[in-house]
């Protein structure tokens, strides 16, 4: 069973730049999450959906931050303009259902100048 | 606010001892904990565990769960170096609109040296 796919994989941008991360759950995966995982914390949840609708969406910095899912499957994740707090991994998950555990992708690590 | 602990934060073991890691919680609408390894990269999927007393057991990971005292333990024992990684704790309680929102801990690092 292939796994959760994101690309890029890593990539540096300078503040006020914009940015795109996408994601490609696991087949069959109905619910897609965007994490973002600072530097020697756990991951923080952006952003939930349920194929392709919104399920949670608390904690994503609007002014900045937009996520799709147009087909309920692929996801992609934008940052615009970056700030340098915005440096981190950002690793997109996905489960079966809207609980349970959640399997993540590889990630990618942004970095800010 | 829901918030995860775990400690201790660093470990350093040598191969072929046995290590406990702890995770306490404080959680409303409390549905499971996961563990997960993480290595240089995305976390990998231990256990999960609803259930208060049942362990949970991979080879030579195991886990319990304490609903009452709001805590987990993952044990590992007979330590190789492989096992080197951070752990991460996550709670998943139940949010708003049917969401379900996992919590995660700083999580533990471990160092295991020949």
């Known amino acids: 069973e292939a796994g959760v796919a994101q690309s890029p994989r890593y990539k540096i941008i300078e503040k006020r730049q914009s940015v795109a991360f996408w994601c490609n759950p696991i087949?069959?995966?109905?619910?897609l999450y965007w994490y973002q995982q600072i530097l020697g914390q756990g991951p923080k949840l952006l952003i939930q959906?349920?194929?392709?609708?919104?399920?949670?969406d608390s904690q994503l910095p609007k002014d900045r931050f937009s996520a799709e899912r147009l087909k309920g499957v692929d996801s992609t994740l934008k940052i615009q303009p970056a700030k340098l707090e915005d440096s981190a991994v950002y690793l997109c998950?996905?489960?079966?259902?809207?609980?349970?555990?959640?399997?993540f992708g590889p990630g990618t690590r942004l970095t800010v100048t | 606010e829901d918030k995860v602990v775990q400690s201790p934060l660093s470990l350093v073991v040598h191969e072929g001892d046995t290590v406990t890691l702890n995770c306490s919680y404080e959680v409303t609408n409390f549905r499971s904990l996961l563990w997960y390894k993480q290595e240089k990269k995305a976390p990998t999927f231990l256990f999960m565990l609803t259930s208060s007393g049942i362990e949970k057991k991979s080879g030579r990971l195991s886990s319990i769960l304490d609903k009452k005292e709001l805590f987990s333990i993952l044990n590992i024992t007979a330590t190789q170096t492989g096992d080197s990684a951070v752990y991460l704790c996550?709670?998943?309680?139940?949010?708003?609109?049917?969401?379900?929102?996992?919590?995660f801990g700083k999580g533990t690092k471990l160092s295991v040296i020949p």
């Open positions: 087949s069959g995966h109905a619910t």
């Open positions: 998950a996905s489960s079966s259902g809207l609980a349970g555990g959640r399997y």
């Open positions: 959906f349920q194929n392709n609708g919104v399920v949670d």
């Open positions: 996550a709670v998943e309680a139940r949010g708003g609109a049917g969401s379900y929102q996992l919590t």
